[in-house]
């Protein structure tokens, strides 16, 4: 289901900020028309005189709070004589007075690059130029705090308020910065920029001008602070993706999808014509190897797209402008829920559809999940490293949105098939990093490492001489027969042909019957809480199982070795037996508690619409899974080595299981 955007709406939208958000950011600092000396707020040896600047900031009377609107029209001749001065310098003399001054951010490089773009004054590029800077210098700020604080807040507007960097820099000092970002009343550059409210035109370049003195600045400050105070600024690390193979949702686009894609953005009726700049402008840095200047500059215009989309489907068109000081902006954390503010339902997601809403959701707020909006524009990943993998993922993602809100008539049979490949997979996502997928991950690594069980070294027979106190084959066996029998009862939800073998330990508990399973599609969007506690809880088991299996498998290793070595002593020789043993009845018991997680998680939805009572005694079940599970990683581990008991556990937790079973309280029996 589509929704059609009348063109005409993308034409009348000349500005996507309120009012009076246009007045502050784009008059307010333009009507003292006063020409400012530079020389009032720079030193000889062209250091930030911060004084001089601070008393350009206003307060009220009544308590003595920032006045932003009347700092933003003092500040603003301010502004425009940094901007021309800045201006003046060649970038030889600009790198030779300030570069050193931008060393306590950890990334010099990207306050020079805003130089650079301040000398051509290109207005996308001085918006991506302010995009960077402020997240660049939010971070760099946070590593300041916490040379006197421990936890550093996460929004920035929270970050400038706070006392410590009040006490590193003084209290003026940070009035000032949250005249320009970081507060809702003033210009509050960061927000409306990377929240994709504010159209190219529409930051002056005088704004940017005046951060990347202000960021000198600091610098200044900050290098006196720690040689008074003896304290080191350490940079905190910064985030790297890791597995980036589970991002690879979309093939790798060709210049020709590319060179669709900027036929699209002027076609298609997701975008507003005022923000076609900064689509052409993604994808050009996308084609020149930018890829962090590609997402910095496509995740903004994803949001306004959506917001679009967001206002027009649940009929509240003023949604679309940012809201004032007193208001929240619709934001993606909005436009992704489930419900609007007013508890009716979010019709955004019936008209993207599940995959699309999936994609969203993993890219952007799953905790597990690569977070990219979040992290870019706090400034916790590495724009000089930042992979084409991730960069291609967000951009294949967007192609596919601009295709659908086209008109199809206007692109030939050739290109539609350019752009198949991408709309095929776009139709097909599934969550990666929704908590039940990261289960369904975690289920198969687990039982890939059980697998490796049988491969591991173990003394031959005719080396283990009978010892008194392990003739433990008889419970070992007593235990498998018990594993088969629950499995027996099972079989009903399981796929046919799976329980075709006398042996069923061997034909059921497989990898490939798992990998089956998982596949079962299941919708991951908007899990009421209770479907979260039980994953919840699942993941804990199958992560304890793990633990085990690795367990297993060092500890094997190691003590073959020392066996075949003659280091061990008798008692140790019998403990290896022992364990030897226990892997017997081990491997089929661990295979079938992931056999169980996995079928619940199937019909883990319809359980928690059932009877209360019925879910929380199987809560309660699975708990006690958990305490066993918790019990044999203590019990295989190389400081306890206690096999004997590991047995008597197995034993009581697999009556627990069959009994369950029996009853038919186990989460699919609940469920049908």
């Known amino acids: 289901m589509t929704i059609p955007i ?32 530079i020389n009032n707020i720079l030193s000889g040896n062209g250091e930030v005189c911060w004084q001089s600047v601070a008393e350009h900031v206003c307060y009220l009377e009544s308590d003595q709070s920032v006045d932003y609107i009347k700092s933003i029209c003092s500040l603003g001749p301010v502004c425009e004589s940094v901007n021309l001065y800045l201006k003046s310098l060649t970038k030889e003399q600009f790198v030779i007075q300030y570069a050193s001054w931008f060393h ?4 010099t490089e990207v306050f020079l690059e805003v130089f650079d773009v301040l000398q051509d004054t290109q207005a996308t590029e001085v918006a991506l130029g302010l995009m960077k800077l402020t997240s660049s210098l939010e971070r760099a700020l946070g590593d300041v705090y916490l040379l006197k604080g421990n936890d550093c807040p996460f929004l920035l507007r929270d970050l400038l308020a706070s006392d410590q960097l009040a006490d590193v820099f003084g209290q003026a000092v940070m009035n000032v910065l949250r005249v320009f970002i970081g507060s809702p009343y003033g210009l509050n550059l960061r927000n409306v920029l990377w929240h994709g409210f504010a159209s190219p035109q529409e930051i002056p370049a ?21 040689l008074q105070t003896k304290c080191v600024l350490v940079h905190r690390p910064y985030v790297i993706f890791v597995s980036l193979e589970e991002l690879d949702a979309f093939p790798d686009l060709s210049n ?52 679009l989309l967001f206002t027009t489907t649940n009929k509240c068109p003023n949604r679309l402008l940012t809201a004032e000081s007193s208001a929240l902006y619709t934001t993606f954390d909005e436009m992704l829920a489930k419900h609007l503010d007013n508890e009716e339902v979010n019709q955004l997601p019936v008209v993207l559809e599940e995959p699309a809403m999936d994609f969203l959701w993993d890219i952007l707020n799953h905790q597990e999940g690569p977070r990219i909006r979040d992290r870019l524009s706090h400034g916790e990943i590495n724009l000089r490293t930042f992979p084409r993998e991730v960069a291609n993922q967000i951009v294949g993602f967007a192609i596919t949105i601009l295709y659908r809100f086209s008109d199809e008539d206007v692109f030939s049979l050739k290109e539609h098939m350019v752009i198949k ?58 235990l498998i027969l018990m594993v088969s029998e629950i499995i027996s009862q099972l079989h009903h939800y399981m796929p046919q042909n799976c329980c075709c073998s006398d042996d069923l330990i061997n034909s059921v508990l497989t990898e490939r ?5 998982c596949d079962t599609r299941i919708c991951t969007l908007y899990s009421p809480r209770p479907v979260l506690e039980v994953v919840v809880v699942l993941r804990k088991i199958s992560a304890q199982c793990h633990q085990v299996s690795q367990q297993v498998i060092a500890g094997a290793g190691l003590r073959y070795t020392q066996w075949v070595n003659k280091t061990l002593r008798s008692r140790q020789r ?15 018991a661990l295979r079938l508690i992931l056999l169980l997680i996995t079928l619940e998680l199937v019909s883990v939805h319809s359980v928690c619409k059932k009877n209360p009572f019925d879910y929380q005694q199987y809560l309660k079940f699975l708990k006690s899974v958990l305490q066993y599970t918790e019990n044999l990683v203590t019990y295989t581990s190389p400081e306890k080595n206690k096999w004997d008991e590991t047995m008597e556990l197995t034993n009581k937790i697999l009556i627990k299981i069959r009994k369950i079973s029996d009853r038919k309280l186990m989460l699919m029996h609940l469920a049908t």
């Not at 009012?19 to 784009?26: E, F, G, L, N, T």
């Not at 306590?104 to 990334?107: D, K, L």
């Not at 019957?513 to 399973?517: G, I, K, R, S």
Request: aromatic fraction near 10%; charged fraction near 20%.
């Open 6 to 37: 009348h063109m005409a709406l993308l034409d009348s939208v000349t500005t996507c900020l309120s009012q009076p958000v246009h007045y502050a950011i784009c008059k307010l600092g333009f009507e003292k028309k006063d020409t400012y000396d």
């Open 104 to 107: 306590w951010t950890n990334c």
């Open 574 to 588: 019998h403990n290896y037996l022992r364990m030897l043993n226990s892997i017997k009845f081990l491997s089929p």
């Open 421 to 478: 490949p991408l709309m095929n997979c776009a139709s097909c996502y599934r969550s990666r990093f929704h908590p039940i997928s990261r289960l369904k991950k975690q289920v198969l690594e687990c039982m890939k490492s059980i697998h490796l069980w049988p491969e591991l070294p173990t003394v031959p027979e005719e080396q283990v001489q009978i010892i008194k106190g392990l003739e433990g084959n008889a419970e070992a066996n007593t």
């Open 513 to 517: 019957l798992l990998m089956e399973l």
């Open 206 to 226: 005088k704004y940017c001008a005046m951060l990347l003195f202000l960021t000198a600045g600091l610098g200044q400050l900050l290098q006196t602070y720690l």
């Open 256 to 307: 020709e999808i590319l060179s669709i894609a900027e036929e699209l953005v002027k076609q298609s009726s997701f975008v507003l014509k005022i923000m076609l700049p900064f689509w052409i402008a993604a994808l050009t840095a996308f084609k020149q190897s930018k890829y962090a200047d590609s997402v910095i500059l496509l995740l903004p215009q994803l949001e306004v797209g959506l917001r």
